[in-house]
């Protein structure tokens, strides 16, 4: 072979080299532009990306293939709840009394939202009563949150169930809310289901110092640290003054918005001169007013629009019952500014029934909540999704 011939050879090799270490360092230059991408990205994100999972933060413990699951996964989704297993609750307690040796073994978790906290027990007739996950009642999936109304029970008949917006990893709010300033806007979407037994419903209950205001069923307030569910920032579903109809107010009562007076159900003393209280129900009738109803799962869905100036009557409140509008009054006080926080980014589930008289003897009462969803974006209602079905 001639020398020529050995050189040619010898540049076409270093010249397949050179190409073969060219295409190397591409490819490597690729994975590991790549991986600091992926990093970034994922690893060393900033708070104010969010991957998909992190909006959706109790979306695994759904069960699939649920009109549930299919609501969850909606755009704007930040909280939903199945309450389908008992370790989702972690407990907090009156120390030194019966439920120390009921909780036995298990962490008494602050109220003052360090953790995990969620669930609060009570004592009631020296027993120790507290929100549980009930496995034979369910909207979908297997279980629902339940709290049972005591016979000679006070106010906080049963304990009731708290819960953030969001938490971080570790349990501690994240500091979400819902309000002016915050980069999710303004405006809460929320939907949950609730079953009430003959019993609760068929009870006139009785209170200290006059008329009872009626029992609540949940209550949305400021977010953490300074949130309290008794404030300026507060609107709360409730049974006003015994009537059977679910209605809203604001701030301790103070700013009530109304019966149900867009359905032109609005406050009524009837034939019986009682406008309020138990003996009210028949001034109250379907299908004028929606009423409350027995051994059956409710929808209640709601949008509050925090707008105008902190604590000028200027935000809307709305609230759908089974998909019908009982709710919608654009005045509300919304106190954003001040001492309770920046916006809505807890909430409260419970029967409580302020100065609920613990000498009336009553039949043992039941509620049950199930498939929570909490949403910066409308949550479709009813059983069937449809888009004819929108709270916008």
């Not at 289901?193 to 949940?218: H, P, V």
Request: proline share 5%.
């Amino acid at each position: 072979m001639s020398k020529e011939n050995v050189f040619t050879m010898v540049r076409m090799k270093d010249s397949r080299l050179l190409l073969g270490l060219l295409f190397l360092t591409v490819g490597l230059s690729a994975v590991i532009v790549a991986f600091l991408d992926y990093d970034s990205q994922i690893g060393n994100r900033s708070s104010s990306l969010k991957p998909v999972s992190d909006l959706r933060t109790d979306a695994s413990a759904i069960s699939p293939r649920t009109v549930l699951a299919e609501k969850c996964a909606r755009p704007g989704v930040l909280r939903c709840l199945g309450f389908d297993s008992p370790s989702f609750l972690h407990y907090s307690w009156p120390a030194a009394t019966v439920c120390d040796a009921l909780f036995k073994g298990q962490k008494n978790v602050e109220k003052s939202r360090p953790g995990w906290g969620n669930a609060v027990a009570v004592v009631q007739n020296d027993q120790c009563v507290f929100p549980e996950i009930d496995t034979e009642t369910a909207h979908s999936g297997t279980g629902s949150l339940k709290i049972t109304i005591a016979s000679n029970s006070s106010a906080d008949s049963g304990g009731h169930f708290t819960e953030v917006f969001k938490r971080n990893s570790d349990g501690t709010p994240d500091g979400t809310y819902i309000g002016p300033g915050s980069p999710l806007g303004n405006v809460l979407y929320f939907q949950f289901y609730q079953r009430f037994d003959e019993d609760f419903l068929s009870t006139n209950f009785q209170c200290l110092d006059g008329e009872c205001g009626g029992w609540k069923q949940a209550i949305w307030f400021g977010n953490p640290p300074d949130g309290n569910s008794a404030s300026s920032l507060e609107v709360t579903i409730i049974n006003g003054w015994q009537r059977g109809v679910p209605q809203m107010y604001g701030q301790m009562g103070r700013d009530h918005y109304g019966i149900q007076d867009v359905r032109g159900c609005k406050y009524n003393r009837g034939g019986n001169d009682a406008g309020s209280g138990f003996a009210s129900h028949i001034n109250y009738p379907e299908p004028l007013c929606v009423t409350y109803k027995a051994n059956q799962w409710m929808e209640f869905t709601g949008r509050i629009e925090i707008r105008g100036h902190s604590n000028e009557p200027s935000s809307r409140v709305q609230l759908w019952v089974d998909g019908q509008l009982a709710v919608d009054y654009d005045q509300a006080r919304i106190d954003w500014s001040g001492t309770s926080g920046d916006g809505l980014g807890q909430f409260l589930l419970s029967p409580s029934h302020t100065n609920k008289d613990s000498s009336q003897a009553h039949p043992a009462g039941h509620v049950w909540y199930d498939d929570l969803i909490i949403s910066t974006q409308p949550i479709l209602m009813g059983a069937v999704a449809t888009t004819s079905q929108k709270n916008e």
